[in-house]
């Protein structure tokens, strides 16, 4: 077949393009110390399953995904392992669990050191943003595909934010020293997307503290894009989004016809 003759890739299903196999790391090594006491947080049940089966699922849902990597906690790898076994995945995606570190940052690394060099675009995605909907993921890979290296799904802000001079002890009051433009402003969830190649440079060059991958992109001087992220995809934390995330569910149950 003559190049000519071949559908161009934004024609093609998105699981079939020469050469963009998308893989996902989940980073799930956390403690989750803001939600309490217990067991580390991605392993706390939502709706009766582990929350981290419930994110795993949440990336496999997505047709263009076909390795999911799991970051687990240091000394929960095996555990980890059984769960996914346990657990009914679909056939087409691959599994791969790798133990985790002492930050985020070193997590998703240690991820990104386990993928196999046949993937292309890499999602990272929060183990505690468990009920993200598959359009976002989707959303987020055909925004990779499409050229960008770096996407992040976002949502415009509802309150607004003020930057402080923080106080040296919590709970003082603290000055303000700026209000910026809300309107201009996002909250950023996962997945993020990106181009390994880039990711991988990005984790190699930033060694600052960062709380997002696609920061460390910015880093490196390229440009991040954002797509319309979702309100399911919000991340748990504290103890009162435990009871959202089970709100969601129960939602999801009910309109499902259970
Ligand atoms: N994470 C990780 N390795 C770490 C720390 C965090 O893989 N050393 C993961 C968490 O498991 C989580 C994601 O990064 O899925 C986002 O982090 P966060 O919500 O802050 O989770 P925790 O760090 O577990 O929670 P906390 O900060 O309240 O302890
Ligand atoms: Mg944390």
Redesign the pocket.
């Known amino acids: 077949m003559s190049d000519e003759s071949r559908p161009s890739p934004a024609e093609m299903p998105p699981d079939t393009r020469a050469s963009t196999r998308t893989a996902a790391v989940?980073?799930?090594?956390?403690?989750?110390?803001?939600?309490g006491p217990g067991v580390?947080?991605?392993l706390r049940a939502l709706g009766g399953t582990p929350m981290l089966i419930h994110?795993v699922r949440a990336m496999a849902a997505s047709r263009g995904v076909s390795l999911v990597v799991v970051?687990a906690?240091p000394d929960g790898a095996a555990e980890v392992k059984s769960l996914l076994d346990a657990h009914a995945l679909p056939e087409r995606t691959d599994f791969l669990v790798v133990p985790?570190?002492?930050?985020?940052q070193?997590?998703?690394r240690l991820g990104l050191d386990a993928l196999p060099a046949t993937y292309d675009t890499v999602l990272v995605h929060?183990?505690?943003?468990p009920l993200v909907p598959v359009d976002t993921v989707d959303a987020v890979i055909e925004a990779v595909r499409d050229g960008a290296p770096a996407v992040v799904p976002a949502l415009p802000l509802a309150d607004t934010v003020k930057q402080v001079e923080p106080a040296a002890v919590p709970g003082e009051p603290e000055p303000v020293v700026a209000t910026p433009e809300r309107a201009r402003l996002r909250a950023v969830q996962t997945p993020q997307g990106f181009d390994r190649e880039t990711l991988v440079r990005a984790h190699e060059t930033v060694t600052d503290n960062v709380t997002d991958d696609a920061s460390m992109v910015e880093q490196l001087g390229l440009t991040v894009m954002v797509v319309p992220g979702h309100e399911e995809a919000f991340?748990?934390?504290r103890p009162l989004d435990l009871v959202l995330a089970e709100a969601v569910l129960a939602r999801r149950r009910l309109n499902d016809g259970f």
């Open positions: 989940i980073p799930a090594a956390g403690r989750g110390v803001r939600l580390p947080k991605a994110a970051v906690p985790g570190g002492e930050s985020r070193e997590s998703v929060d183990a505690a943003r991340k748990v934390t």
